[in-house]
Structures are given as C-alpha cells and as structure tokens.
C-alpha cells in the first residue's frame, strides 16, 4: 500500500470556525490531491499541487485554500467551515509520469454544525 | 470537457452471477481509463487500468476492456463474491496539466450469499 495517511479522521466542527486537514506521503511524489466524495457526486477535485509550492484549482475550490511547503505535505483549509462543506475528503498522490494512476489515502470525515 | 457516465446503482447480485458495470466516456484525445473499488469506510483502490485501446485491464477476476469505437469501459466478473460488495468508480485520466482524473458517478454493488 502507497505511504498515505490523513489526519485528522474524523472531525466535528461549528460553522465559521476554520479547519486544516492534513495530508502525508512517504512516497515522494510529484502530484498530490484533494477530492471530497458527497452522495450523488462521486468524487470532485478541489485542488491539486504538481510541487512544492506549486498549486492549481480544481473543479470546486471555492471556501478552500491549500498550501504544500514540502513534497511530503499537503494542507487543505476551510478559512469558515459551512454546512455545504461537510464531506468526505480524500487526498491522492501520483508519480510524475503523465496518465499514472492515484493512490489514496484513508479519508477524513468532516461535519460543520 | 471530460466527462465519465457510470450506470446508477444499486446492483444487487447473488454470489456466483455474472457482473457487468457499465462506463462510457467522453474525452479529447487518448485517455487512460481506470477502475476503482471502496470497500465500506475505507478510501478507494486501483482495481485495474488500460491505457490504450483494446487493452484489457484485468484483477482478482474483474476485467475491462478498453474500446475507442463505443468510448466504453465495462467492468465484468464472472462470478461475484460477497467479498465483493462495495462502491466501484469508473475514471478517465488525460493528459494535460495535474495529471488529474475524472470519476463517474459510482455504483454500488451488493452480493447476497
């Protein structure tokens, strides 16, 4: 199994307060991601990185910033967590070869009260 | 843009039938396209990938063939197992920038013994 946790896992929140979630690889790959999974959605790309300090938006970025100031790490935050934003959030890696599959991590539950 | 179309869920099966999971793509140019499975509670894994057409992807008895003619990529098994009750996702992968991957939908499968 590809070296990916995600802490925390679980999580409960009140709306306006801001989250970081933490992602972690022991992989040293070049790409890294973060989906949220939602009912009815399958899983949607908030935002990626492609190296350290390099980042890009994906398909529902907005209330989410991420940052990645090392190849192992990448943290997404919730400046004020909302209700919309209660999910599954799932971080994947991947090599840096194009069209290389993703290996993902365990997840963490989020819920804003 | 791209898009991955999976049949709706969901299948409920007894163990031994025969499985097929239906996924059709749109895409420009040549994706790779990929199965995954999430067992209950857990994040998702490769089960199998093509990354040209007519490749066969092939795992633990599932397999998928990659056909550009129809843009499909069905999932068989011939013979289903409880153990196999989960969440499967179709996903395309092309290439561009993030190396990123488009999912279906999702369907469930439920096999009773």
């Known amino acids: 199994d590809a070296g990916i946790t995600q802490s925390p896992r679980h999580k409960v929140t009140e709306t306006g307060t801001p989250v970081t979630l933490r992602c972690h690889q022991t992989e040293n790959h070049r790409y890294m991601y973060w989906y949220r999974q939602d009912p009815g959605h399958g899983l949607r790309l908030i935002h990626y990185?492609?190296?350290?300090?390099?980042?890009d938006k994906g398909e529902v970025s907005d209330g989410y910033s991420v940052s990645r100031s090392k190849t192992e790490d990448f943290l997404l935050t919730l400046e004020s967590a909302t209700s919309s934003q209660t999910s599954v959030y799932f971080c994947?890696?991947?090599?840096?070869?194009?069209?290389?599959?993703?290996?993902f991590g365990p997840g963490t539950r989020l819920t804003v009260l | 843009g791209d898009s991955v179309t999976q049949m709706e869920g969901p299948v409920t099966l007894s163990e031994e039938a025969f499985l097929t999971i239906n996924c059709t793509y749109t895409?420009?140019?040549?994706?790779?396209l990929f199965w995954y499975v999430q067992y209950p509670g857990e994040g998702l894994q490769l089960l199998l990938k093509a990354t040209k057409a007519d490749d066969k992807g092939s795992n633990k008895g599932f397999e998928a063939t990659y056909r550009k003619e129809t843009t499909s990529f069905h999932l068989e098994k011939g013979s289903v197992q409880v153990s196999d009750s989960a969440v499967y996702f179709c996903?395309?992968?092309?290439?561009?920038?993030?190396?990123?991957?488009?999912f279906g939908g999702g369907t469930r499968l439920m096999v009773k013994p």
């Open positions: 990185s492609y190296g350290v300090k390099d980042t």
């Open positions: 996903a395309l992968s092309s290439l561009g920038a993030g190396n990123m991957l488009t």
């Open positions: 895409a420009t140019g040549y994706p790779s």
């Open positions: 994947a890696i991947s090599e840096s070869a194009p069209l290389n599959e993703q290996f």
